[in-house]
């Protein structure tokens, strides 16, 4: 069974930088797309970054455009997010769902998330 | 951007109820509209892909129905585990955007 587990979030100070991992496993993760959606305590959803299944495009939204960056290892079967120049209003759960390569773009499976703070 | 509404913002009823929540797109999203559910610190999970497609594994008292801007999810016969925040998902254009969710709550 498909199984994505996030973990480097922490607290972080404003203009920080923190990196996410995304581990998966129980699916040919070389084979799919990626994202990083995120939600502020609280609040509702929010796509992040997209990568597709070979790396060879990435897409953010513009809030995170020039300070994250989507990356993944396919050796590692492991999704990383790169995040810099960190503001308050990126605190959130971050998680990572895998792409279902169907109708659009679906979300059809998530991680647990893992929290980022930004504050001083 | 597209965005995304959601109604009601919430709404309150009992175990075997017909619930309904609709959700519309600024323009036309043809039928690349998703619908997830979300329990109480959980990840989100997919219900319905493509509008009316039902995810593997959900159990057919979700429906989904809608094309174009207007889009609904329908729970037949609620149960207690349905109990939770509904998101609409356009999956048309990058960013992809979520509707601000309907909670579903014991009446």
């Known amino acids: 069974q498909v199984h994505l587990v996030e973990s480097g979030g922490g607290v972080v100070q404003p203009g920080g930088s923190l990196r996410l991992s995304c581990a998966a496993s129980g699916f040919t993760f070389s084979r799919y797309g990626m994202h990083w959606v995120r939600q502020a305590p609280g609040k509702g959803l929010e796509w992040v970054a997209f990568i597709r299944y070979d790396a060879s495009n990435q897409y953010y939204t513009d809030s995170v455009e020039g300070r994250f960056s989507i990356s993944r290892d396919s ?46 | 951007d597209i965005q995304m509404t959601q109604s009601p913002s919430s709404l309150s009823a009992s175990v075997g109820d017909t619930v309904t929540i609709t959700c519309r797109a600024s323009q036309s999203i043809t039928i690349y509209l998703n619908w997830y559910q979300q329990k109480s610190g959980k990840a989100p999970k997919l219900l319905i892909y493509a509008a009316s497609s039902l995810q593997s594994g959900v159990p057919s008292r979700f429906s989904g129905s809608g094309s174009g801007t207007d889009f609904t999810l329908t729970i037949t016969s609620l149960q207690p585990e349905d109990f939770a925040t509904y998101y609409c998902q356009q999956s048309y254009s990058i960013p992809f955007t979520f509707g601000p969710g309907t909670k579903v709550d014991i009446k």
């Open chain 1, 75 to 120: 050796s590692e079967n492991t999704l990383y997010l790169q995040m810099n120049s960190l503001r308050p209003d990126d605190t959130a759960v971050y998680y990572c769902a895998k792409d279902a390569d169907s109708v659009g773009w679906t979300f059809d499976f998530w991680g647990q998330g893992t929290l980022v703070t930004v504050s001083s």
